[in-house]
């Protein structure tokens, strides 16, 4: 019922409320087959009994590895599953090669794509655009050789560290050990620590954070090791998740207030704070020239639109990365009816996320309300409220199948501990685990299933004998930044479906440049572009570069400068050339408009007032230039 409800504001795909079958494989009907047999009277007790009391964390740290490593396996089928993920590992690679961007050829339509920003003064320089703190710790087991190993040690980390939590929140070996059981159990956390996304690592660190802040709180153990311990948590986090950073912060850090001289030392939280926060400072200064600059923001400064599009609060929304949101949301961008509603979205799939059942984080919330007084719990109950109020201000769910409410990941280590001292007060543990249990085998199983396929890695050969690839996921994981060399060719390129080239060597004429294998644009002014399908036949392949005219407050803003977009003239062999442009319109098809003489390799601005005497009424549907040699 609430599934239907949820689902019919949010679309038939966002209801794993509503999803609920028979197992379909070993491990489903294995985890139904063990919650059964809690439901027994006695054999929990008979169970735990086989274990003795030292190896239980031990086993279960153990178990996480194993079951995140199979998720790897089977789930993910082996390789990271979605664009963000491979990704972050084409950043960790960038950063094993010692840099922070990687060097591509002065045709870099080759290289260029989603994720991927322009180095501000570089032509030849590109780099991945997410934070730096995960992909600095996945580029250290690049080096090892072997990517797939951090997974397993996150996942044995964040037991190991719930388990700790529970015991500094609470005193009661019993809870700790219960929590871990969660943190074994939740679906949510094996995919977080099977894919190459950021959100196990940051998992980890808010874990730690809160264990330090414990500390803190008790004020005990040494001063200057706690506060050291959450200076590195929090500065870990700001490099990793900012946003995330300032809300686990805030619920870190505000219950110390009332005692801040006596629970901290503070030069020793911003020695810990440092490492995070000069990463993150260099990042951002080599990306995009300014210590404060956000890689994130210029990238979709050129990518998505309209200009400002990505931000936090009212009005929020791209229309090119999530245009369904916007479109769902009326096309106004975030409003606070929609704040509520992404909200609930998220918070429905968090229910699922903590235990594979939503029945039991009420119970989580219920005992963190109840012990609300005691100073050491109520960092982890202000936490479970800052974070999805920060993220009320993003326009965007984030949520899917598999990673689930993956905003609020960073929450599950507190709940966890919240969770087993519900369930431990009111005598329910058994009934806790075998619900997590049967609810992974006949329902969380398979929402996790429902996780789309990975996209094809196949290649196809291109003209030259190199690799190409169709798609920015394929591009960037197996795009390997170290092997790229100026007198070796790349792993693989990006099909064009034009005449440019790694080596121009000969020259078909006339020679054509696809538009929209230029996109994201190198700079642009009065104007932001996208990818579109234009069904005509006269289209070459199908595909153009739409380009719409910026909001008339931006134009404004921009004084006497016409507006352009600046697109590349490379790959073809060097001189002068004639340029046309092909410009597409409902009404009269194709046609060509004459841009004057060029000579190449360039990077060319296009003043879009030459390109049709309509603009800026409306949008320019930009389909291919063409070049003839004049020399």
Request: hydrophobic share 50%; aromatic share 8%.
């Amino acid at each position: 019922m609430i599934g239907s409800l949820i689902g019919a504001r949010l679309g038939p795909a966002e209801q794993p409320l509503s999803w609920f079958g028979l197992p379909t494989d070993a491990l489903g009907w294995g985890a139904g087959l063990c919650g059964l047999v809690l439901l027994w009277p006695g054999a929990a007790r008979r169970v735990l009994a086989l274990v003795p009391s030292p190896f239980r964390l031990p086993l279960l740290a153990l178990l996480s590895a194993l079951l995140s490593a199979a998720y790897f396996q089977v789930r993910l089928g082996g390789q990271p599953r979605i664009i963000d993920a491979s990704t972050y590992l084409l950043e960790a690679r960038t950063f094993a090669s010692g840099h922070f961007s990687f060097a591509v050829s002065e045709a870099s339509a080759l290289f260029r794509g989603r994720f991927l920003l322009p180095h501000p003064t570089d032509p030849e320089q590109l780099a991945p655009i997410f934070p730096p703190g995960y992909p600095a710790v996945l580029s250290l087991f690049v080096r090892l050789g072997d990517y797939r190993l951090l997974g397993p040690l996150l996942a044995v980390a964040i037991t190991l560290a719930t388990a700790w939590l529970g015991v500094l929140v609470t005193r009661r070996r019993r809870v700790a050990l219960l929590a871990a059981t969660f943190s074994v159990l939740s679906a949510a956390l094996r995919y977080h620590t099977a894919d190459t996304m950021s959100h196990g690592f940051s998992t980890l660190l808010t874990a730690l954070g809160l264990c330090a802040s414990a500390l803190c709180l008790a004020q005990t153990g040494q001063k200057w090791a706690r506060s050291t311990l959450l200076g590195l948590c929090l500065g870990g986090l700001a490099a990793t998740r900012p946003l995330t950073a300032v809300a686990i912060g805030a619920g870190c850090v505000l219950p110390l207030l009332p005692s801040l001289r006596k629970a901290l030392a503070l030069p020793w939280l911003a020695l810990g704070l440092a490492p995070g926060l000069w990463l993150l400072g260099a990042h951002n200064h080599a990306l995009t020239d300014h210590v404060l600059g956000s890689p994130q923001l210029a990238y979709y400064g050129l990518a998505d639109g309209p200009p400002g599009c990505f931000h936090l609060g009212l009005g929020s929304g791209c229309v090119v990365e999530h245009g369904d949101v916007v479109q769902a949301q009326g096309g106004r961008g975030l409003t606070v009816s929609w704040m509520l509603l992404n909200t609930v979205h998220r918070l429905h799939w968090h229910a699922l996320d903590l235990a594979n059942c939503e029945l039991l984080l009420p119970l989580a919330w219920y005992w963190l309300a109840r012990q609300w007084t005691k100073p050491t719990v109520r960092h982890l109950a202000a936490i479970v409220l800052f974070l999805p109020a920060a993220y009320a201000l993003f326009y965007f769910q984030g949520s899917y199948p598999g990673g689930g409410a993956r905003f609020f990941v960073e929450l599950l280590p507190a709940l966890h501990v919240a969770l087993a001292a519900a369930l431990l007060a009111l005598g329910w543990a058994r009934l806790g685990i075998a619900l997590s249990l049967l609810g992974y085998a006949v329902h969380a199983a398979h929402v996790h299933a429902a996780l789309p396929a990975a996209p094809p890695l196949e290649t196809t050969p291109t003209a030259e004998g190199l690799r190409g690839v169709q798609s920015d996921y394929a591009f960037n994981l197996l795009f390997s930044p170290d092997e790229l060399q100026p007198s070796r060719p790349p792993s693989v390129v990006r099909i064009t479906s034009d005449a440019r080239r790694w080596s121009p060597q000969g020259l078909p004429v006339p020679a054509v440049l696809e538009a929209e294998a230029d996109w994201p644009p190198r700079s642009q002014a009065g104007a932001w572009t996208e990818r579109v399908h234009l069904p005509d036949s006269c289209v070459s392949g199908g595909r153009a570069l739409r380009i719409h005219p910026a909001p008339a407050e931006v134009s404004r803003s921009l004084g006497s400068v016409q507006a352009f977009v600046e697109l590349e003239l490379t790959g073809l062999p060097r001189g002068r050339y004639e340029l046309f442009g092909w410009l597409w319109t409902a009404a009269s098809g194709c046609q060509r408009a004459a841009l004057g003489a060029v000579r190449l390799p360039r990077r060319h601005r296009l003043f879009l007032a030459e390109l049709s005497h309509k603009w800026p009424r409306e949008p320019l549907q930009l389909d291919r230039l063409e070049l003839l040699p004049l020399e």
